[in-house]
């Protein structure tokens, strides 16, 4: 008997879990929003099987919280979730950027100094700082090369990106933001571990006084 499984290159599920991962990135569904099952099977022209299936991915990941009765609402994370998440970020990525600091090559620095200069170039433009401030960050993780890291780090950068823009969209903020990614910057180029540490430990100090 040839048994053979035939797979999808992704589940239905989770396609849908990314279309309604976006939109709660995008604002289109905020903090304490009503996940209407039926409306959201409707657009999508799917059943509610795989719309739930999405539901539950999006909860593990902590962007929807599952209520008794009342069905599934997106994440309003307290003040004490947001300081639980940024002392985790800031320890992984502190240890990170030291590491980084002391053993990227040449090539990898010039990599960061790219984006950092992406970066510098999107000031004026919010939503394309977003992106390029967060795409720095990952590629920082992924050159220092713990792949255990990097996973808890994306998980953690999910639920702080549901206050994110808010936070950098605060006046001065993003500018603030930049300013300590040039000493970051800096620190990295002249591989001082320590005080790249110290630059990304005060980054996440200002970033969770800005989301308060």
């Not at 936070?167 to 903020?173: D, V």
Request: aromatic share 4%; with cysteine; glycine share 4%.
């Amino acid at each position: 008997m040839n048994n053979v499984v035939r797979l999808t290159p992704r589940a239905l599920y989770e396609e849908v879990a990314e279309r309604l991962r976006q939109r709660i990135f995008n604002r289109e569904l905020t903090p304490g929003d009503w996940i209407d099952e039926l409306r959201i099977a409707q657009e999508l022209g799917i059943s509610r099987t795989p719309l739930r299936e999405a539901l539950k991915v999006l909860a593990a990941e902590g962007l929807v919280t599952m209520k008794v009765r009342r069905g599934a609402f997106v994440t309003e994370a307290s003040s004490k979730d947001l300081a639980d998440v940024y002392h985790l970020l800031t320890l992984l990525e502190t240890d990170a950027v030291e590491v980084v600091a002391c053993q990227a090559s040449a090539a990898q620095l010039a990599e960061l100094t790219a984006l950092h200069a992406d970066l510098e170039a999107a000031v004026g433009d919010a939503e394309r700082f977003f992106a390029i401030n967060e795409a720095f960050h990952l590629r920082l993780l992924e050159l220092a090369d713990n792949k255990w890291r990097l996973q808890v780090v994306q998980d953690l950068r999910k639920v702080m990106k549901l206050h994110r823009q808010h936070s950098l969209l605060k006046a001065g903020r993003l500018e603030e933001s930049l300013t300590e990614h040039r000493e970051l910057m800096a620190a990295l180029r002249a591989r001082d571990g320590a005080r790249a540490a110290q630059g990304m430990r005060k980054h996440f100090r200002s970033g969770l006084t800005a989301a308060n």
